[in-house]
């Protein structure tokens, strides 16, 4: 942990996955249940990152409440499981993935080369997410902060943050210069026209270590598959008591801009950014990349995610965003 995250508290334990591990599709963490009715093709992942634990609350509580399409198919997916076993809590950030992050190999090039075990794991859910129609993937962020939701720059998706309601912030972005993430691969990443019925999101549920990350991916997993038409709303609610948090009373759109790559590990910020300040005045410096000031792009500039946790050479460690109501 860095300085400032290591005083916190960690309270969300690691899920014992048990017998829910194996999955029932042959592939290992991959559960799917069809309804044999027309309807969406409905995915939630979790794990992408083996330290990100509230997804895997999340689906295991879908799963332990035997929760099942009434139409269309739902697949839960365990991604990052080779990840997850490192998990320590006395070092979470070495439990994020095995050799590379799985969230940036989400393209077929990569995926075909077969040369790490993330690319490996990513190979054998690609069917799975090729079948998908609708998206949810789970994370939670290095530094303590409120959830976002990523919609990428598509509109359906941004339409479809408003008809989930929640979070309050939602984070309108084209992904990041090391790779592609699974929620932009394939049809996910096309523009509304050539895209079909497809939808992606990916939610930020807080600290990685906050009980509460563990609360909201419930909520957004119950709001994702009600919208999705795949479960009724009184279904949901029978099944899973408790899981629905408040709405937000507003919704707002960041527009990410651009963004910070570090040039190495040695990337600093001049304050303790978390995430979502709003700084007043262009030019205003907020951190130093090997000698370089780093300095806000504009007026009343948002930033959004700011972490050196895993600052080296390419890694995205903080985008600007201008802040509208959604």
């Known amino acids: 942990m860095n300085d400032r995250t290591a005083s916190l508290h960690w309270t969300l334990p690691a899920p ?19 309804s044999g009715l027309p309807g969406r093709h409905v995915m939630i992942t979790a794990l992408i990152h083996g330290n990100e634990l509230c997804g895997a609350w999340a689906l ?7 929760v099942r399409p009434q139409r269309g198919a739902l697949t839960l997916a365990f991604c990052n499981l080779a990840a997850f076993d490192r998990f320590d809590v006395a070092q979470p950030d070495t439990a994020r993935f095995a050799e590379q992050d799985l969230n940036r ?23 799975f997410v090729t079948q998908a129609d609708w998206l949810l993937d789970l994370h939670s962020m290095h530094e303590p902060s409120a959830p976002l939701l990523l919609t990428g720059v598509q509109p359906r998706n941004l339409a479809l943050a408003r008809a989930m309601a929640a979070p309050e912030h939602v984070v309108i972005d084209a992904g990041h210069q090391d790779g592609t993430r699974l929620r932009d691969y394939g049809r996910f990443g096309l523009a509304d026209e050539t895209a079909g019925d497809s939808h992606s999101l990916l939610v930020e ?9 563990r609360a ?4 957004q997993c119950l709001r994702f598959v009600q919208v999705s038409g795949c479960v009724d709303a009184q279904e949901l609610e029978r099944r899973l008591p408790g899981w629905r948090l408040p709405s937000a009373p507003h919704q707002w759109a960041l ?18 950014f978390t995430g979502l300040e709003v700084i007043e005045r262009a030019g205003t410096v907020i951190g130093d990349n090997d000698g370089t000031p780093v300095l806000t792009p504009y007026d009343d500039c948002v930033l959004v995610m700011p972490s050196t946790r895993q600052a080296r050479a390419g890694v995205t460690v903080v985008r600007f965003a201008r802040r509208r109501p959604l």
Do not use: K, Y
Request: glycine share 14%; net charge negative.
């Open 16 to 34: 014992e996955l048990g017998a829910w591990r194996a999955g029932n599709t042959g592939t290992e963490g991959v559960w799917r249940f069809d």
């Open 60 to 66: 295991l509580g879908l799963l332990q409440a035997g």
């Open 105 to 127: 190999q989400w393209t077929d090039a990569r995926m075909q080369a077969g040369d790490s075990l993330e690319r490996r794991r990513a190979a054998a859910l690609q069917p």
């Open 205 to 213: 549920c807080g600290w990685h270590g906050d009980w509460n990350s």
């Open 216 to 219: 909201v991916a419930q909520d």
């Open 255 to 272: 527009q990410v801009t651009g963004g910070v790559v570090a040039t190495s590990e040695r990337f600093a910020f001049t304050q303790p």
